[in-house]
T-cell receptor
Framework: DVKVTQSSRYLVKRTGEKVFLECVQD?????MFWYRQDPGLGLRLIYF???????EKGDIPEGYSVSREKKERFSLILESASTNQTSMYLC?????????????????FGNGTRLTVT | KQEVTQIPAALSVPEGENLVLNCSFT??????LQWFRQDPGKGLTSLLL?????REQTSGRLNASLDKSSGRSTLYIAASQPGDSATYLC????????????FGTGTQLKVEL
């Protein structure tokens, strides 16, 4: 089974702090994603990566950056945390891109990091 | 705009009932559709993935159907159990949407004894 591990379940940070959220997957997946989940808004894509050192912006990249130095690890960085970044952050991975429709490649999620910025 | 909608937002049923969860999407040009389950405070677990060329997928008591022309998918749960209580989300990979899924906001299911 694919395992996606997020380093922290709960984090409390202060406004203005630099915050690192870490995600590791153990199945050699090429594609990794960061989502945030908010009540009433559902899951929204922040950034994704389709290879080492490759990244693309999702729907809500403002205030975030990412790093993928190794295939198994994808980090989300909040450069200067703000209260509106309080949320549940979910990391996911998949073997193939979403658009490669001939392959059965579901998205596998970690357990999430609940971040509170005060 | 490509959107995914799930109605109702919440559903309560007695144990043993067969039930259907609905998902609608605004554009029929899709790669695939996935159904997920989320337990409170946890991540999402993939249940079923339907490719655009398929009409349905089955896993145990779960059956997901896809009708691209009408922009609809249903998740059928047979003989529901209290352990099925969770939030169920559908997500669509739209053609031209890039390497991402667009999620609905989910249906929160409660199966009562």
């Amino acid at each position: 089974d694919v395992k996606v591990t997020q380093s922290s379940r709960y984090l409390v940070k202060r406004t203005g702090e630099k915050v690192f959220l870490e995600c590791v997957q153990d199945m050699d997946h090429e594609n990794m994603f960061w989502y945030r989940q908010d009540p009433g808004l559902g899951l929204r894509l922040i950034y994704f990566s389709y290879d080492v050192k490759m990244k693309e912006k999702g729907d809500i990249p403002e205030g975030y950056s990412v790093s993928r130095e190794k295939k198994e690890r994808f980090s989300l960085i909040l450069e200067s945390a703000s209260t509106n970044q309080t949320s549940m952050y979910l990391c996911a991975s998949s073997l193939f891109p979403i658009g490669r429709s001939s392959y059965n490649s579901p998205l596998h999620f970690g357990n999430g990091t609940r971040l509170t910025v005060t | 705009k490509q959107e995914v909608t799930q109605i109702p937002a919440a559903l309560s049923v007695p144990e043993g009932e067969n039930l259907v969860l609905n998902c609608s999407f605004t554009d029929s040009a899709i790669y695939n559709l996935q159904w997920f389950r989320q337990d409170p405070g946890k991540g999402l677990t993939s249940l079923l993935l339907i490719q655009s060329s398929q009409r349905e997928q089955t896993s145990g008591r779960l059956n997901a159907s896809l009708d691209k022309s009408s922009g609809r998918s249903t998740l059928y749960i047979a003989a529901s159990q209290p352990g099925d209580s969770a939030t169920y989300l559908c997500a669509v990979g739209f053609t031209g949407g890039g390497n991402k899924l667009t999620f609905g906001t989910g249906t929160q299911l409660k199966v009562e004894l």
